[in-house]
């Protein structure tokens, strides 16, 4: 007889104190030529995960409006290589999730105070829409000073780079975290034929005094919790990611 047959276990939920988080996406950017957006999963599983333990997610991006699943990561995509990404598929089809998509709120309508936590997804968009916007870096800074919890993931990540807080100084300075690394952007780059991105999250993070990028292997599932800022390092993480967000909740 093996052990395992030996074995008794019990398990009980968990019950959570229903919170309320902003899940923030990229608006469609245009990326080589084609269409980019936000990668699906980055922010259906927490989505899921979130609503699942009771809390109330409201999904914004920049500008507001219909936004899109990066055509690489929709499992509607012909062929794809997320075509079992069912969370995603279900997201989309869903009444009032797949509503959400036409129309995410502007984040100029958004009130920190009306929330416990902040996610954003990455995926294509962030790169080219994320750098330049002073008013969505000052939104994640308000969240963080605010004593809210910031959780960036992938290439969401990238507003570590930019995101100050009202002192001048960094939001990652002092910093443990992660996102989408040189070399899994050299395997999207081998994928597509082509350099993808003018500049990466760990080259850029290397130049930053004071910070910590941290990785794992290429599409290893790699998550970090520095206090209120929690980062993920790419999709395969993004389980991971979000348990520490819940965790963290349960701590307020």
């Not at 100084?169 to 989408?180: D, H, I, N, Q, S």
């Not at 790699?222 to 349960?250: C, H, P, W």
Request: with cysteine; hydrophobic share 40%; charged share 25%.
């Amino acid at each position: 007889m093996s052990i395992s047959d030996l074995k008794v276990e019990t398990r009980l939920g968990k019950k959570h104190t229903p919170s309320r988080i902003l899940s923030i996406v990229s608006n469609t950017a245009q990326l080589k030529g084609f269409p980019v957006g936000f990668f699906a999963e980055e922010m259906t599983r927490a989505f899921l995960m979130f609503i699942e333990a009771g809390h109330r997610v409201d999904l914004a991006s920049p500008k507001g409006g219909e936004v899109m699943f990066d055509i690489h990561s929709d499992p509607r995509t012909p062929d794809g290589a997320y075509a079992n990404d069912l969370i995603s598929l279900g997201f989309v089809h869903h009444a009032t999730f797949g509503e959400m998509l036409k129309n995410t709120l502007p984040i100029s309508t958004l009130n920190v105070a009306d929330y416990d936590a902040v996610w954003v997804a990455g995926g294509g968009g962030p790169l080219l829409t994320f750098k330049d916007d002073q008013a969505l870096h000052k939104l994640i800074a308000d969240f963080y000073e605010k004593g809210k919890i910031v959780t960036l993931i992938c290439h969401g990540s990238a507003l570590l780079l930019w995101t100050r807080l009202s002192n001048g100084r960094l939001l990652a300075e002092g910093k443990k975290w992660t996102g989408f690394t040189n070399e899994e952007e050299e395997q999207i780059n081998r994928t597509f034929g082509m350099t993808l991105n003018e500049y990466t999250i760990e080259s850029e993070a290397a130049a930053l005094p004071n910070t910590q990028f941290l990785r794992r292997a290429a599409n290893e599932p790699f998550a970090i919790r520095d206090g209120r800022l929690i980062t993920g390092q790419q999709q395969y993480s993004s389980a991971i990611t979000a348990e520490l967000v819940l965790e963290a909740l349960d701590e307020r």
